[in-house]
């Protein structure tokens, strides 16, 4: 069910696992994360956004990379996570390297394993330079769905292919004549993205199932719901994401300096009212208590402990562990529980053995059930191989500056922006373990050990 990674230790002293960190003999090269930086996140709403997913990369890319001492061409690659890209932004990591000025013989190249390819480019990166074939890497995610494009329907297209192929005026008007103004109802790319393909449930409507499957109320997924948006606004208004955010410039000029998605004001009464969008009447998802669809982009630069001495760098965390794990796509929102148990084993802790945690918040049901399925015993003799239930998750240690229900989840972005405020969260709480971990649509998910320094 599983495939398993993991970091391992050399013989110098900086490599050395930390007390309590179970590091394997295999060997291997300590990965340092060095800084990180993300756009804010910006909400979509009733038209494409300024920036394309590249245009972000690039927003935040310029100041991470100004306030480091390195020079842009010293970095080995580039690795970015997307999913919509766009048809001028081919393999935007290329592109956004171009942009950033890192020179034209660096080599990049975009990932995507959906809502977990921002972290698939750190865990990438982190193979690289583990194992000695890269010292130096940028590894972010990217995504503006305000620019998901619209499509056209399978007739409408060949509609076109026999009006271009026609050979003769009398074609032509007879090709014209077949015109069927239903058949360019455009489709909505993004919509048909976050449906599964092979169960034909969107991603809401697997957190609807898990909603059942573990009897996650309506009133309890707001409640998390408000608490997700409280929690963003207290961190903005304390200044806990300076630094971490850095402000994006639009092309006309507006600058945008924060997630713009948060709802400081809003109440379990407020969300009450809105009706449920996957599964009416009676389902507990609402827009209210979903992850909202944004634009945003997010950067981390990892390196060797060469590197780290070569350019006076100063870490901030080392990754440790990572794990990646599949399940069935009709509940593919339990996926951090099968990804984040497996380091949990192999490190022989328990859930709360990690001091904080980042889940990403696709759905506010889909987190409580994770939660709900590690204290339900059937759910662990059978789909974690254990003997008792895993325990019961603080949430004062999960999401504590608020998740994707108020920032906002660009898909291609929100792995990556996990571990970076993961490794803010904990240094400014001085505070050592931490996993990131997503649901990743398809039935599939990601789980990292961080430990800041």
């Known amino acids: 069910m599983t495939r398993t990674t993991t970091d391992s230790s050399v013989n110098s002293a900086a490599d050395q696992a930390p007390d309590g960190v179970n590091t394997p003999d295999s060997i291997g090269r300590t990965v340092y ?20 997913p590249v245009d972000l990369a690039v927003q935040c890319g310029r100041p991470l990379l100004m306030r480091l001492p390195i020079p842009y061409n010293a970095f080995d690659q580039v690795i970015l996570g997307c999913v919509n ?18 020179g034209e013989a660096m080599p ?32 972010g995610g990217t995504e503006a769905l305000s620019k998901a494009p ?45 449906t599964d393909p092979i169960v034909g449930l969107s991603m809401g409507q697997t957190a609807e199932v898990l909603a059942q499957q573990f009897n996650i109320t309506r009133k309890a997924a707001d409640e998390y719901a408000v608490s997700s948006h409280h929690r ?44 449920a969008a996957f599964e009416p009447p009676y389902g507990q998802v609402t827009p209210g208590n979903s992850s909202q669809v944004t634009d945003g982009a997010s950067w981390l630069v990892l390196a ?33 529980t099968l990804s984040s148990t497996a380091i949990l084993k192999r490190q022989e802790w328990g859930l709360n053995d990690v001091d904080l945690w980042e889940i990403n918040e696709a759905f ?42 108020a920032i906002g989840h660009p898909v291609g972005t929100s792995g990556n922006r996990i571990v970076l405020h993961l490794v803010n969260a904990l240094r400014r709480k001085k505070l050592k373990r931490g ?19």
């Open 33 to 52: 994360i060095i800084d990180g930086a993300r756009t804010p996140f910006l909400k979509a709403r009733d038209a494409p956004g300024p920036f394309t």
């Open 435 to 453: 996993i990131a971990t997503e649901c990743i649509g398809g039935g599939q998910s990601g789980a990292m050990l961080i430990e800041a320094i």
């Open 232 to 275: 963003l606004a207290r961190a903005q208004q304390e200044g806990w994401l300076d630094g971490e955010v850095v402000p994006a410039i639009a092309p006309d000029g507006t600058i945008y300096k924060q997630d713009d998605g948060v709802r400081p004001d809003t109440s379990v009464d407020a969300l009450a009212k809105l009706k």
């Open 150 to 194: 619209m499509m056209l329907s399978e007739d409408a297209t060949r509609w076109l292919a026999g009006l271009s192929a026609a050979s003769s005026p009398q074609d032509y008007i007879r090709q014209v004549t077949q015109f069927n103004p239903t058949q360019f109802k455009p489709e909505i790319s993004l919509v048909k993205g976050l």
């Open 108 to 139: 990049a190249f975009t990932v995507q394993i959906n809502c977990g390819s921002g972290m698939q480019s750190i865990d990438t990166a982190y193979k690289y330079i583990r194992d000695g074939d890269s010292n130096l890497i940028l590894a």
């Open 85 to 102: 890209v766009l048809p001028d932004e081919m393999n935007p990591a290329r592109v956004a390297a171009l942009r950033l000025g890192m």
């Open 364 to 405: 506010a049901a889909q987190v409580l059930a994770c939660a709900a399925a590690w204290e339900d015993e059937e759910f662990c003799r059978v789909a974690l191989g254990m003997d008792k239930p895993m325990g019961r998750l603080d949430p004062e240690r999960l999401n504590v500056d608020g998740g994707a229900v």
């Open 304 to 336: 060797s402990e060469e590197a780290v001495e070569k350019y006076g760098l100063e870490p901030i965390a080392v990754i440790r562990d990572s794990e990646w794990s599949a399940l069935d796509p009709k509940i593919m929102g339990l996926g951090p």
